[in-house]
């Protein structure tokens, strides 16, 4: 693999690997992973068919232990297509190997394919990058934002993909980061919400609390667009600024 390859070089390299992660969201995995040095840790939570571990391993520095966790069981994938499949997963599995190994990365990732509520005693010690992007559902989505993102390091950074977009992962953020004393919130490219692990006293937790809130407007927007699509009422969604005839993310 090529050195420091430049953003665009990593934009070319995922153009083709189905995935749902927009030109700024996968800028923001690339310059949070290129800020980390040897001997750091970085955990996805589900990665398909690799399109973001490739722009994670490619920003990675030498060093950097990278480990996807996807279980590769053709469930999860979508509204429509939730139930597990074992010959959907076993496709999945072979295109992320080969994307991977495609994009020159797969010697660098650790791929553990079990669910991951199952996979914690597969990572040692602290993670300093977590990015999760796992089952959207309200249980599972709490789940990962709870267990694995005790095991951030203190100043480590949590990405959450589908946050304000999908409802699940909406509700879990609402039943942990909104009122935490532990997570910043940053800021969000698109439905990619970046928090950053901290101390806050009571006064910020409050602060913190509101800038998240103030993204709620964003979520019904894109609940609106996903009924309208569902019921085959694309055209309106441009009334809402949605470009596309896909789900906003």
């Not at 999945?92 to 020159?104: G, I, P, R, S």
């Not at 894109?222 to 906003?248: E, Q, Y």
Request: net charge negative; proline share 3%.
């Amino acid at each position: 693999m090529p050195d420091s390859p430049s953003f665009v070089d990593v934009l070319a390299r995922v153009a083709e690997v189905e995935g749902w992660m927009t030109d700024d969201q996968a800028r923001r995995l690339f310059d949070r992973c290129s800020r980390l040095g040897a001997g750091t840790t970085v955990v996805e939570i589900g990665s398909f068919h690799g399109r973001s571990m490739i722009v994670l391993a490619s920003a990675a520095a030498e060093g950097v232990d990278l480990v996807a966790i996807d279980p590769h069981g053709g469930g999860d994938r979508g509204p429509q297509e939730i139930t597990a499949d074992q010959s959907r997963g076993d496709r999945d599995h072979v295109a992320f190997n080969t994307n991977l190994a495609e994009a020159e990365v797969a010697d660098r990732v650790r791929h553990v394919r079990k669910m991951s509520g199952t996979a914690l005693d597969d990572v040692d010690g602290e993670i300093d990058l977590l990015y999760v992007d796992g089952a959207h559902r309200f249980a599972p989505a709490r789940a990962d934002i709870v267990q694995w993102g005790a095991r951030v390091s203190g100043g480590g950074t949590m990405l959450i993909h589908d946050s304000f977009s999908s409802i699940g992962v909406t509700l879990a953020l609402l039943s942990t980061t909104f009122g935490s004393a532990r997570w910043r919130y940053v800021g969000r490219s698109q439905s990619m919400a970046e928090f950053e692990r901290v101390n806050l006293t009571s006064g910020q937790r409050g602060s913190n609390a509101i800038r998240q809130a103030l993204q709620l407007p964003w979520f019904v927007r894109n609940v609106v667009i996903k009924v309208l699509l569902t019921v085959k009422l694309a055209p309106l969604t441009r009334l809402l600024g949605h470009k596309t005839d896909d789900w906003p993310y």
